[in-house]
């Protein structure tokens, strides 16, 4: 195969035209809201914004053959998955949505109207969170790849929640159901587990795993009714826990008979021959949030989520070394580094 | 080939030990400032800053075998290049430096000592430069990729210029030298031309192709004096100019004559039987400031970008149809889309 030739940045006029509509499509699709602080986007070098505040700004990135395949991924849906997860982040800090600035790797197997799907599926994120898609850059690339850096807000930085304030005695808590992505990744990728899981299960979960849903709102609600500490859980449960405790100094123990289980685990991880539970306590990418609230702010938060549409449910304690622990039903303890070895 | 699995983002312990000393690394060689707005940075899920005054935001990326070859590219000169290009869309706008967010996707053959170069090359410009690195992303990818998400601030929006001021009259102006960078791609996608331009030629041009020098200081020094429209030059100075035009409506005239020859350009030039104001007209990435000067202001903003340690060269003027044409010494003009003409 040849090599591709490397040009110096030069004017093609194809790659320029694509570049123009897909920056005009995202800035049509979610454009600043009025009265708002930014004032130049898409199409000048740099979006001018004049924040006020404080701001918590996050990268992530989606890249085809790794985090998904587009075989089973199409355009739209890498453009909504890629900003969900980029806005969990802000989510997990309790910011309220802002900005964010998306770059497009495009292999030259993707097409301009794939390229504008992406755009569809990034603006419909946008609108639905009140994000302003407020730069954009579209370059080739030999793999299919997105990365959103997002900018979020609130008045004061210690209006933010971190990662480090968890303290011994924190009841540890989960907003939504857990496993539900990695189910549904277990069926995109064996496509055979749909029929004996059942169909409505494997439809559950698969959406889990192709459109997460970044849980802002609950995300302000929990940091405004004293969260001490919180993150998403990206990485699945045990790690994700580890995190909070590795930054705080503390450790946790989380007891897996208490984790909220989403809709299409049970019949999936028998189907595929998993613990539902190792599912939810290893599995990643559900994007709910983990955080730890001082015992006399549980109730309050409790009644701040489900103020807020969701639901938020105990599922262990901070305590002890900083490590984290899970507790089986039957007393035994784990490393959460050692959930592996409840799967299969 | 076996498919690479497809994981949910399980806490695979090497790659978050890699990903670790990664955005240690980076936090190390730029922390930020005494004083700074930027309150907490690496480590957390978000970078939390209180900019205060206005801000700038642009992303840019560099992807292997589209932008660069790893195989004359080493990993440092990726970071230093990166963050670099970023940076100069900063400079086109008259911001001061502020933070950078990178991601890095990282194929398997990139080991951990590679993915630490590229840090090290990312915090010598961001040290060279004023800019804390307040953020990093890692992850897996079929091809070494890296995007920077740069913040750039100044006291007011309109502090900052924009593509959209120029004015017929005014005068259009480039700081520095132009052509060195596709003349440095020349020899290096071509290496038998070193030998014909020379050593001296080829190893000046080809610093200006894997080194650009973000041009921060003369583009404040430009906005001060009164640019009325500012761009960098990365598509090159044909293609850039026309951004300028099409976003003020208005056109240019540049006189190939007068573009200042980077070092080593005309060597290459004539060893590769280019004409080497073909270089300097339609060669991109010598990230060089383009801009458009009122004429009352031509005086005051030469003394400013000398004061700032560069130099400012008139090299056409604003005026006519919203497009850019290139005259020649004889007197023919030239659409500034047909510079192609020029080549080869």
Not at 101 to 112: E, M, N
Not at 210 to 217: G, K, S, Y
Not at 303 to 326: D, K
Request: proline content about 6%; aromatic content about 2%.
């Amino acid at each position: 195969m040849a090599e591709r030739p490397i040009e110096p940045r030069m004017g093609a006029g194809e790659e320029f035209a694509l570049i123009g509509r897909f920056r005009d499509r995202l800035a049509e699709l979610a454009p600043p809201p009025p009265g708002t602080a930014l004032r130049a986007g898409i199409g000048e070098d740099a979006a001018i914004a004049v924040p006020g505040g404080a701001t918590a700004t996050s990268v992530d990135a989606l890249v085809d053959g790794v985090h998904f395949r587009s075989s089973w991924c199409p355009p739209r849906a890498v453009g909504r998955k890629a900003l969900a997860a980029a806005l969990s982040d802000l989510a997990a800090v309790g910011a309220g949505p802002g900005e964010a600035y998306v770059w497009l790797g495009r292999p030259d197997s993707l097409a301009a109207e794939g390229c504008l799907e992406i755009a569809e599926g990034l603006g419909e994120v946008a609108a639905a969170t009140g994000t302003t898609l407020a730069g954009g850059d579209l370059t080739a690339s030999p793999v299919l790849a997105l990365t959103a850096t997002v900018v979020g807000h609130a008045e004061r930085p210690e209006d933010f929640v971190g990662r480090a304030g968890m303290r011994a005695g924190d009841a540890l808590c989960v907003t939504g159901e857990l496993g539900g992505a990695a189910a549904g990744l277990l069926v995109l990728e064996h496509p055979e587990l749909r029929e004996q899981a059942g169909e409505r299960a494997a439809q559950a979960a698969v959406v889990r795993q192709l459109d997460p849903v970044p849980r802002l709102a609950l995300g302000r609600a929990l940091a405004a009714a004293g969260a001490s500490a919180m993150i998403d859980l990206s990485d699945g449960l045990g790690g994700d826990a580890g995190h909070l405790a590795s930054a705080s100094g503390v450790g946790a123990e989380i007891e897996l008979e208490r984790l909220p289980l989403a809709a299409g685990v049970a019949e999936i991880a028998a189907a595929a021959g998993h613990d539902p539970r190792a599912l939810a306590a290893s599995g990643g990418e559900d994007y709910e949030l983990l955080c730890a609230l001082p015992r006399p702010r549980l109730a309050a938060a409790e009644e701040a989520v489900r103020a807020a549409g969701g639901t938020l449910r105990e599922v262990g304690q901070a305590g002890g070394l900083p490590e984290v622990r899970l507790r089986l039903a039957d007393g035994r303890r784990l490393p959460a580094s050692g959930y592996d070895a409840l799967r299969g």
